[in-house]
């Protein structure tokens, strides 16, 4: 990880709501520009930094979430919740619900937003959730528990 992106990464840790990492990376086909790819990640982390900014939420540009296939990309991750991959967002359709999302996911008990309460491209765009480190915990014999939710703080 270069030396400017752990130091955001760092500092995302300290903020008290979330973090949306956001792939700058993801290269999608447009046919009228000459390189044939824009990389609208860019554009996004830049929109989301500028509506975020003291919001408790940090903004972290990342170089690849491996969903390169569905630009742009996020990742919605907190100390002790779930943390969501979600693609197929635009900068210019989906900001409001990107924001939306993360308040939900900032305010959420574990990272799990009800079904009902995602936006749309929320749903569509979900690619992996994965759970907290503290959702398991070794039993020693090298074996996992579940934890339940109540007990992930
Ligand atoms: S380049 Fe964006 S997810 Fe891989």
């Given at each position: ?52 900014t ?61 079904w ?12 992996a ?20 939710a109540?007990?992930?703080?």
């Open positions: 990880m270069p030396a400017g992106d752990l130091a955001l990464a760092t500092e995302a840790r300290q903020q008290p709501g979330c973090t949306i990492h956001v792939c700058t990376a993801c290269r999608r086909q447009r046919e009228d520009l000459p390189e044939g790819y824009d990389q609208p990640g860019l554009a996004l982390a830049e929109a989301l930094g500028a509506r975020m003291g919001s408790g939420i940090a903004v972290v540009p990342v170089e690849c979430l491996a969903v390169c296939k569905r630009p742009c990309t996020i990742a919605l991750a907190a100390d002790g919740k779930w943390t969501y991959l979600i693609g197929d967002l635009d900068a210019g359709l989906h900001l409001d619900e990107i924001v939306g999302a993360a308040e939900s996911f900032a305010a959420s008990a574990n990272g799990i937003v009800p009902k309460e995602r936006p749309a491209s929320f749903r569509k765009g979900v690619v959730r994965v759970p907290p480190l503290r959702a398991f915990r070794s039993t020693g014999i090298g074996r996992t528990t579940r934890i339940r109540h007990e992930i703080l």
